[in-house]
């Protein structure tokens, strides 16, 4: 009984908190593990394993992948897809612990909501802060680690549910310690535009 807890909870945890860096590399990832019978996911996240659900979220994360790599762009696709990845993040969570009580599959949704966001959050920041680079590179370099990071990280969610557990815990204090300097940076970085576009602007009455 306490294995199936650590697992359906590195696995709720794990997938919720990864949505938010990549949304459909997770669902492709556990998708094909769940298909080709490697693992048995917790709860009704079995529900991945359709061959429409990985079809939907290997075009998604295609569309992703070139999105991803274009600077100003990917700030777009991370802006509409707080909408999104959040949300997926809190039912993932949920559906993993389907067959637990109400208020336990609440409690789920609300904490799994909570990683997506702390993790989508950090990516776009991050972002956010890389796109002010003037050269793509780094951009580009940046979005291909990350898709590295979900595809591994699913993979070893769903193999060691409590080493995720550990990288999650890990992950929250050190987004504790940064919160304060990212806020900082992220004020620098704003008005570092604004001052930009401020001098760009033409003087009234000039010419």
């Given amino acids: 009984m306490t294995a199936d807890w650590i697992t359906t909870l590195g696995t709720a945890a794990g997938s919720a908190w990864l949505s938010g860096v990549n949304l459909y590399a997770t669902v492709v990832t556990l998708g094909v593990l769940q298909r080709s019978h490697l693992v048995k996911l917790p709860g009704e996240l079995d529900i991945l394993g359709n061959w429409w659900v990985i079809g939907l979220a290997a075009a998604l994360y295609v569309i992703e992948f070139i999105a991803d790599k274009i600077p100003a762009v990917d700030t777009a696709w991370d802006a509409l897809h707080t909408f999104i990845r959040v949300p997926a993040g809190a039912i993932l969570a949920a559906t993993a612990f389907?067959?637990?009580?109400?208020?336990?599959k609440m409690a789920a949704m609300i904490l799994g909501g909570g990683l997506a966001l702390s993790s989508h959050g950090a990516k776009a920041a991050t972002r956010l802060a890389?796109?002010?680079?003037?050269?793509?590179?780094?951009?580009?370099?940046l979005s291909l680690i990350e898709d590295v990071f979900a595809f591994g990280s699913t993979i070893l969610m769903v193999f060691f549910?409590?080493?995720?557990?550990?990288?999650?815990v890990i992950f929250l204090i050190l987004m504790i310690w940064l919160a304060p300097k990212i806020v900082r940076a992220l004020r620098r970085l704003i008005a570092k535009f604004r001052s930009l576009f401020g001098s760009s602007a033409?003087?009234?009455?000039a010419g």
């Fill in 98 to 104: 389907a067959e637990f009580d109400p208020a336990v």
């Fill in 130 to 141: 890389v796109n002010a680079s003037p050269e793509p590179v780094s951009n580009a370099v």
């Fill in 161 to 168: 549910p409590i080493v995720m557990l550990i990288i999650i």
């Fill in 202 to 205: 033409p003087t009234p009455g």
